[in-house]
């Protein structure tokens, strides 16, 4: 077949597929809009059937999060390249993940070039519940609350880490919990039942990455993975090679959050330089080491071997002062206390791992950790759902029908077909954490 006709076959079936998909908005009644950032847009949705009423019966009824990733540009121009490298490892981990204490990605859809994934639907994330508590209601988060926050959040980590994925991105912002709402009516009618709500659920697994047996080292290409408070030290000490030991640390840190309702090690970020090199993250370090004391060759071995070890020797000294921070802070038992100094562990090779952590004697002990977090919440005390807008602009560039709604990453698409499956992290709190740099492995 000659090139021009074989051009044009081909510019048919790309019209003829553009025809049959169906539009977001034809889709989706958009409840309105959540969050934004540099990845793109997130919208709170619910599923409508052909005739464009809202399904209420059924496997699509419920409320989705739907996320627009922003198309790439140069300067202002906007460029339509196809799929980046990234998003497509983003949708297929996404599209493998069927855990309770990860969030489930319903489907990707592709329209006016831009990449939307719908996700389920959760209300709160930890870092509201901890804003709630801090700024509202001025104390602590309950005991029971707490070990099943963290029970189930290391439950999702030890089936990401089964499934060989280091999440790489782990913070309050990106723990999502379910609030408790009525399920689907049936068609036998009588009475709605509640779903308990209070399940923790990992979400944005934009950075994650497998890392079963890697052909190169996971550092290549990665100029900053881990939003600075979360990261552990050997990133901070510019590893090449690192494990699942440094979403076991962010852990440590989401626990310590939990607990003094604030971050443990809230460093300033040194910025990349002209030449995109990664800074030595002294201010990072020093809040570590000013708390937690800093770390010898016996403690860590390898400790001199790593690429920053020269500033790091430059930084002041500092004691062990981690048990008089945690008694301040917590009421929780010695064991709580046994649990987070090894999350916290220097050595990633000796650094509790999720499926240690889980078989840990604190959550053995009374009160026992229970599938709805929420279960031990004294009766009328609930949590503020996520807050919706409507001023927002339109979920898509189509004539407008409806308006926007939850959480979003960043990326454009090109061509005409329907993908499947994703998940979503929600909006940060003003002022409460940085804003993450997300640098993808292309």
């Known amino acids: 077949m000659p090139p021009m006709q074989s051009h044009d076959v081909m510019r048919a079936y790309r019209a003829k597929k553009d025809e049959a998909r169906i539009p977001v908005n034809a889709k989706y009644h958009i409840l309105g809009f959540i969050s934004s950032g540099t990845y793109g847009r997130v919208y709170k949705a619910q599923a409508k059937d052909a005739n464009g009423n809202i399904v209420v019966t059924g496997p699509s009824a419920g409320v989705y999060a739907i996320k627009k990733f922003k198309p ?27 855990h309770e204490n990860v969030i489930v990605l319903r489907e990707v859809m592709l329209e006016d070039k831009s990449i939307f994934m719908v996700f389920e639907y959760a209300e709160h994330d930890f870092l509201q519940i901890i804003h709630h508590h801090s700024q509202t209601l001025h104390q602590a988060i309950l005991l029971p609350v707490l070990k099943s926050f963290m029970y189930q959040l290391l439950n999702g980590l030890l089936y ?75 990133l901070l000490l510019g590893a090449r090679h690192y494990t699942k030991a440094i979403d076991c640390w962010a852990v440590g840190c989401i626990f310590a959050e939990l607990l003094a ?46 690429p920053e070890y020269k500033n790091f020797l430059m930084c002041e000294r500092q004691e062990n002062k981690f048990s008089q921070w945690y008694r301040q802070r917590s009421r929780s038992p ?80 090109s061509s005409s077909y329907l993908i499947n499956r994703m998940t979503s992290a929600a909006g940060p709190v003003p002022g409460h954490q940085p804003v993450r740099k997300k640098s993808r492995m292309e």
């Not at 490298?85 to 981990?93: D, H, T, V, Y």
């Not at 090690?265 to 800074?279: Q, W």
């Not at 499926?355 to 503020?384: C, K």
């Open 160 to 234: 990401l880490h089964n499934s060989h994925i280091l999440h790489r991105d782990l913070k309050p912002a990106n723990i999502l919990v379910t609030a408790a709402r009525p399920m689907p009516a049936t068609s036998t009618g009588g009475v709605v039942p509640i779903t308990e709500g209070g399940v923790v659920k990992i979400g944005d697994l934009g950075l994650a990455r497998l890392c079963r047996s890697p052909l190169q080292p996971l550092f290549s290409g990665d100029k900053v993975v881990v939003t600075i408070w979360y990261r552990a030290p050997e």
């Open 72 to 98: 790439d540009k140069e300067g202002e121009v906007i460029t339509y390249t196809g799929i980046s490298q990234s998003a497509c490892r983003e949708i297929a981990l996404n599209r493998e993940m069927r």
């Open 334 to 413: 010695d064991s709580g206390f046994n649990l987070i100094c090894q999350l916290f562990e220097y050595d990633p090779a000796r650094r509790l791992d999720a499926r240690g952590a889980l078989s840990h004697h604190w959550f053995q002990d009374a009160p026992i950790p229970t599938a709805n977090a929420f279960a031990h919440l004294p009766e009328g005390v609930s949590y503020p759902l996520r807050r919706v807008t409507q001023d927002e602009a339109p979920l898509t560039n189509a004539p407008p029908a409806l308006t926007a709604g939850h959480g979003a990453d960043s990326r454009p698409g």
């Open 261 to 306: 309702l604030r971050p443990i090690f809230k460093g300033e970020e040194a910025k990349l330089d002209a030449k995109k090199n990664v800074p030595f993250q002294r201010d990072q370090l020093t809040k570590i080491f000013d708390v937690l004391g800093t770390p010898t060759e016996q403690q860590w071995p390898g400790l001199s071997s790593m």
